[in-house]
């Protein structure tokens, strides 16, 4: 038979069987399984067992005392770079105030500027982020028997857009589209690429591709429900905002589209209720815009002034807004308010057309018969959103994409 002892891991002494604490030191006991024969060999197995327990002993302090050398090297370098940032931010903030105070560069400025460059840095992350996680569902979307050749186009793809190299990289996802046109989320990619790029009549073949493939895909509805609307399509465009809306949630921009289809059916009175819910989802300057100026073409002026207040109030620059406040408080008789507003509309280089109106209004003292705040004519039937006020297309295109960047990437 074989005898059992319990054996101490600390001290190494044999204790008798049954104890669980160890006669000489108090540790608890390991219980040691010996042969017969080892009764009768002198301490043949306790002294291995003590030889191998001092090497694994040794073993483990050596690598201890490594693993800590290293955790050492590693704080001192990290506390060397510590320091040494924060010498060079104390040396830039000083070289700053002092560049400052001669009057060579205004700190307000570098400091916006500096706030814009860390925005798109940002912003630069997060569309390298999106679009990695495009490539991992679009390879995986491909069904065909070339998965091979179809994983090198779309990572030489995505691969140039990451470099910035926008044009050769959608080309290359182009062809891996037209290789795979039932690709639901490489025709997703390409019909927002095409979108923002302001190409509707190539955003709406591969939207419509996207959303055949995939028709859940309700953020996709809401970029081809705006193309549709700045095409003319009235019917189409109102199912497919109406059904984001149903299915997602409010949007300025699917709201601003229904409004705009609704003023081209002659219908101002439900569009300005559009035009209220698109302020409600997204307050900006815009939505405050487009309601003042619904609010003058129905000749609530004053209602108008509040909105188009709160539009220059958001944002100073807005010089569409300071044109179309101005000639609204001259219709009130407010002449000299409606002056400096007028002068504020063209405090500006760019050759906007809100420009000519306002000094047309200042040189005459009379407000159009008809003013164009949107770019487009009453009856137009075309470029509804994108081809009028490009401030207002910008952001409806914006607000459209935004919205969809928050939505699962479609499948």
């Given at each position: 038979?074989?005898?059992?002892?319990?054996?101490?891991?600390?001290?190494?002494?044999?204790?008798?069987?049954?104890?669980?604490?160890?006669?000489?030191?108090?540790?608890?006991l390991?219980?040691?399984v010996?042969?017969?024969?080892?009764r009768?060999?002198?301490?043949?197995?306790?002294?291995s067992?003590?030889?191998?327990?001092?090497?694994?002993?040794?073993?483990?302090?050596?690598r201890?005392?490594?693993?800590?050398?290293?955790?050492e090297q590693?704080?001192?370098?990290?506390?060397k770079q510590?320091?040494?940032?924060?010498?060079?931010?104390?040396?830039?903030d000083?070289?700053?105030?002092?560049?400052?105070e001669?009057?060579?560069?205004?700190?307000?400025r570098?400091n916006?500027?500096?706030?814009?460059?860390?925005?798109?840095?940002?912003?630069?992350?997060?569309?390298?982020a999106?679009?990695?996680?495009?490539r991992?569902?679009?390879?995986?979307?491909?069904?065909?028997?070339e998965?091979?050749?179809?994983?090198?186009?779309v990572?030489?793809?995505?691969?140039?857009?990451?470099?910035?190299?926008?044009?050769?990289?959608?080309?290359?996802?182009?062809?891996?589209?037209?290789?795979?046109?039932?690709?639901?989320?490489?025709?997703a990619l390409l019909?927002?690429?095409?979108?923002?790029a302001?190409?509707?009549?190539?955003?709406?073949?591969?939207?419509?591709?996207?959303i055949?493939?995939?028709?859940?895909?309700?953020?996709?509805?809401l970029?081809?429900?705006?193309?549709?609307?700045d095409?003319?399509?009235?019917?189409?465009?109102?199912?497919?905002?109406?059904?984001?809306?149903?299915?997602?949630?409010e949007?300025f921009?699917?709201?601003?589209?229904?409004?705009?289809?609704?003023?081209?059916?002659?219908?101002?009175?439900?569009?300005?209720?559009?035009f209220?819910?698109?302020l409600?989802?997204?307050?900006?300057?815009?939505?405050?815009?487009a309601?003042?100026?619904l609010?003058?073409h129905?000749?609530?002026?004053?209602?108008?002034?509040?909105?188009?207040r709160?539009?220059?109030?958001?944002?100073?620059?807005y010089?569409?807004?300071?044109?179309?406040?101005?000639?609204?408080l001259?219709?009130?008789?407010?002449?000299?308010?409606s002056?400096?507003?007028?002068?504020?509309?063209?405090?500006?280089d760019?050759?906007?057309p809100?420009v000519?109106?306002a000094?047309?209004?200042l040189?005459?003292?009379?407000?159009?018969?008809?003013?164009?705040?949107w770019?487009?004519?009453?009856?137009?039937?075309k470029?509804?959103?994108?081809?009028?006020?490009?401030?207002?297309?910008?952001?409806?295109?914006q607000?459209?994409?935004?919205t969809?960047?928050?939505?699962?990437?479609?499948?």
């Open positions: 038979m074989r005898s059992v002892s319990h054996y101490c891991q600390k001290c190494l002494a044999a204790n008798p069987l049954g104890q669980e604490l160890c006669a000489r030191c108090g540790t608890r390991m219980l040691v010996e042969p017969p024969t080892a009768f060999e002198e301490g043949g197995l306790v002294a067992h003590e030889e191998h327990l001092l090497e694994r002993i040794s073993a483990l302090e050596n201890f005392m490594r693993l800590t050398d290293k955790l590693a704080l001192n370098l990290m506390l510590a320091r040494s940032i924060y010498f060079d931010h104390t040396l830039l000083t070289l700053i105030e002092v560049l400052n001669a009057g060579s560069f205004d700190a307000v570098l916006k500027l500096w706030r814009e460059r860390c925005q798109k840095d940002n912003v630069e992350n997060e569309e390298i999106r679009r990695e996680q495009a991992s569902k679009i390879i995986s979307a491909y069904v065909g028997a998965s091979a050749t179809f994983e090198r186009m990572n030489e793809g995505i691969d140039l857009l990451n470099k910035n190299e926008a044009i050769e990289g959608i080309r290359a996802l182009e062809r891996s589209a037209a290789f795979a046109p039932d690709n639901a989320p490489l025709n019909g927002a690429h095409f979108f923002e302001g190409k509707n009549a190539l955003a709406r073949v591969y939207l419509e591709r996207a055949l493939v995939n028709p859940k895909s309700e953020g996709l509805r970029l081809l429900g705006v193309a549709c609307a095409d003319g399509e009235i019917v189409r465009a109102k199912s497919l905002l109406k059904s984001f809306i149903k299915y997602v949630g949007s921009a699917a709201r601003y589209g229904l409004g705009r289809l609704l003023m081209a059916e002659g219908k101002s009175a439900e569009a300005l209720k559009e209220k819910r698109a409600s989802a997204r307050s900006m300057p815009e939505a405050d815009y309601v003042g100026c609010y003058y129905l000749g609530r002026y004053r209602l108008a002034a509040q909105h188009l709160q539009a220059v109030k958001s944002d100073a620059r010089h569409e807004a300071h044109y179309a406040l101005g000639i609204t001259l219709r009130l008789g407010v002449n000299e308010e002056r400096l507003e007028l002068i504020a509309a063209c405090e500006t760019e050759q906007l809100c000519a109106g000094n047309h209004v040189r005459t003292g009379r407000p159009p018969a008809n003013p164009k705040f770019g487009t004519g009453r009856g137009a039937k470029g509804l959103i994108m081809g009028g006020d490009r401030r207002l297309a910008e952001a409806v295109r607000d459209a994409l935004d969809v960047k928050t939505l699962s990437f479609p499948n």
